[in-house]
């Protein structure tokens, strides 16, 4: 079955310090992947993307994303993590050969120490 | 203009009640989806409708009903809520051909 993992329920990272978030997916097809994000209280929005090409994808706010087939991966970085920075944040993969859904994983939080 | 708008942001109602979600989006997607927040902050689908037919009906109970009036709408109406049924709703939509899905603001549900 599909699925996705995020093992870390929680990350707290000095402002300034580097991030990276793991994402771990069980798909038998190419996937598409997705990281999402949701500050509190609000919506999810969508940082970045892949569906093919290049294996490291750039997004919004400074995050970038690899995606590596041998290790089932898809972990999001950011070189220097900002206070605004904090909230959830969500990996997901799209089964298009389902109607197009997405396969959450559990979520990380990220909390920033000033 | 917000692509995705869902009303009402917040909800607070008894058990019991019948309740309904709106949801219209103005990207000129084909296919629209619900999602439920639970408590845990797990989002799972829920339904997605393409060009007004459902697609995806996933074990929801029956006290669930998408309706899509058009495209550009999908509406969540529940039934007899239970306490259970507190969570966040997200409403979502993408082209029918498109690999993107772009997400709502939710609709924050609080059955009391």
């Known amino acids: 079955a599909q699925s996705v993992t995020q093992p870390d329920i929680h990350i707290t990272v000095s402002e300034g310090a580097s991030l990276e978030l793991r994402c771990n997916y069980s798909?038998?097809?190419?996937?598409?992947l997705f990281w999402y994000v949701q500050s509190p209280g609000q919506g999810l929005q969508l940082l970045l993307k892949?569906?093919?090409?290049?294996?490291l994808v750039q997004g919004i706010k400074g995050f970038e994303a690899e995606f590596k087939r041998s290790q089932s991966s898809f972990n999001l970085r950011k070189p220097s993590v900002h206070w605004s920075d904090a909230a959830e944040y969500f990996c997901?993969?799209?089964?298009?050969?389902?109607?197009?859904?997405?396969?959450f994983g559990q979520g990380t939080e990220l909390s920033v120490k000033p | 203009d917000t692509a995705v708008s869902q009303t009402p942001k917040y909800l607070v109602t008894q058990m019991g009640n019948d309740k309904s979600i709106k949801c219209e989006q103005n990207?000129?997607?084909?296919?629209m989806y619900w999602y439920k927040q639970d408590s845990k902050k797990f989002l799972k689908i829920m339904f997605s409708?393409?060009?007004?037919?459902?697609?995806i009906n996933e074990t929801v109970p029956n006290r669930f009903s998408p309706k899509s009036p058009d495209k550009a709408h999908l509406n969540l109406h529940i039934n007899s809520l239970e306490l259970g049924d507190s969570a966040v709703y997200f409403c979502?939509?993408?082209?029918?051909?498109?690999?993107?899905?772009?997400f709502g603001e939710g609709s924050w549900l609080t059955v009391v």
């Open positions: 979502a939509s993408k082209r029918q051909s498109g690999n993107t899905i772009y």
């Open positions: 798909y038998g097809a190419t996937p598409y």
């Open positions: 892949y569906f093919s090409g290049d294996t």
């Open positions: 997901a993969v799209g089964l298009y050969n389902q109607g197009g859904k997405l396969i």
């Open positions: 990207l000129g997607h084909d296919t």
């Open positions: 409708y393409n060009n007004k037919e459902l697609i």
